[in-house]
């Protein structure tokens, strides 16, 4: 089930004109500081530089400067390219604009702020048709940036959040609450949390929150979390969870930020000699492909990311024959498998 809700705002294209009359000269001088920049005086290409700052001005890369033109371009912009996490979303988003005429350029930050502001910064100088990006969550400049491009601009995966035009994706407060319901259910009532939770991944956070704050209204002891900044692989979920468990031998339950990582605590749990699910169940997000093939199967949460791809899509084409910016909320399912089928529960 999807549901939208419709937003509007105007958003004002800065100019090489806008930007010579910010600083008192001629657009020819403007144009000569982009294209030529040591024909023009160090004092003065700083006070154009910091114009061109101020009014999130990006330049032009397409043949003849036109500010007005746009590209058939697409930018995509994902956060990570490991483990699969994005790339139906990816396939079928591609898939869907390239039966338009539209070609993806696609961009990944590796979650890093100022990487994400310089990829958004190129791909805007191409005059994109639209931009799709993951999150709502972004940092402030890039939020500028996207807000003055006067273009469609898509935010993918996450809606629980200020949207800046049009949203695909889902609540993941809500994914991490039934993470956590699931577990209670199960019987366990020793909660801890194993994984990569970066700087600016605010999805993971969320997921956080919400198992967080699902256990405390069920009256369960503090959620324990041991976590790293690092990428999420199963050697990271392998070592916190060694980790965890020497420190914690009372944990009875672990819910994982990722199946990459969880594969890794399941491994851990074996060499403990700990039994999954009786001793400790295991539960993560994303489904990856081989989260049915370990030993136990893991029981983990399922993003629809194939109707993400197709309805980013269709928002985009949307968007671009001027229907109203909306938010469309796609709907996961918790896949239970015998990782938390604790069989005295």
Known sequence: METEITDRGARPVPTLASIAERVGVSVNT???????PNTVRPELRRRINAAMEELNYVPNRLAGGLSGTRSDIVGVVVTSLYYSEFASIIDTLQSALLESGLQVMLANT?????????????????????????GVDHPPKVVELLKASAIPIIEMWDTDGEVIDTAVGFDHT????AQADHLIARGYRRIAFIGSVRENDRRAQKRLNGLEAAAAVAGLPQVLKHTAQQGG???????????????????DA?????????????????????????????????????????????????????????????????RINGAEPCTTIVEWELVARESTHKKNA
């Open 254 to 318: 672990i819910a994982c930020n990722s199946d990459v990582v969880a594969f890794g605590v399941l491994r851990a749990l074996k060499t403990l000699g700990k039994r999954v699910p009786d001793d400790i169940g295991v539960i993560a997000f994303g489904d990856n492909e081989a989260a049915g093939c370990v030993t136990p199967p893991l029981t983990t949460v399922r993003p629809d990311r194939e109707r993400i791809g197709k309805l980013t899509a269709e928002a985009i084409l949307a």
């Open 110 to 134: 590796r979650y890093n702020a100022d990487q994400e502001l310089k990829l958004v910064r190129s791909i805007l100088s191409w005059r994109p048709a639209a931009i799709a990006i993951i």
């Open 233 to 251: 692989s199963p050697a990271l979920g392998e070592r916190l969870a060694f980790e965890l468990i020497e420190g914690h031998p009372e944990i």
């Open 30 to 36: 403007v144009s000569r500081a982009l294209r030529a």
């Open 174 to 177: 809500r994914v991490g609450a």
